[in-house]
């Protein structure tokens, strides 16, 4: 090989974008969820139970999806959206809720979500929305129970 004087580019890393982080203060909410996921086959990239260690966890691990509850004891799942986005705007992120409500599914998109999920959908609707997601839905098409496409 002949060098021509040129500098050689630096090799960077690839973004493999695979997994779910799981962030909620409830544990059994969490490893619920967790175990949903990983029994219809999507991989579970981490979790948390704090918004700050989330915050600081997810563009690290780069998942493809961060589902991040709306109400924390340290933050809201709306404030960990924008962070995530700020340093990897790659990193898709929904909020899930306890409630079906409009407005946090309108908090949820200015935030930069990609749309709400509830906590009171029954395991195979969550799956649904998470693959829709993962999937390549629109952000513009509503990902919230009762008014998905």
Known sequence: MIWSGEPVAQARPVRVPEGVFVLDDHELVRTGLQGLLRSAGIDVAGSSGSAREAARRIPALMPALAVLDDQLPDGTGAEVCRAVLAVDPRIRCVIITDEHDEGALIGAVMSGAWGCLSKQDDGIETVRLV??????????QPIVPGHAA
Do not use: N, P
């Open 131 to 140: 693959r829709r997601v993962l999937g390549g839905a629109d952000r513009l």
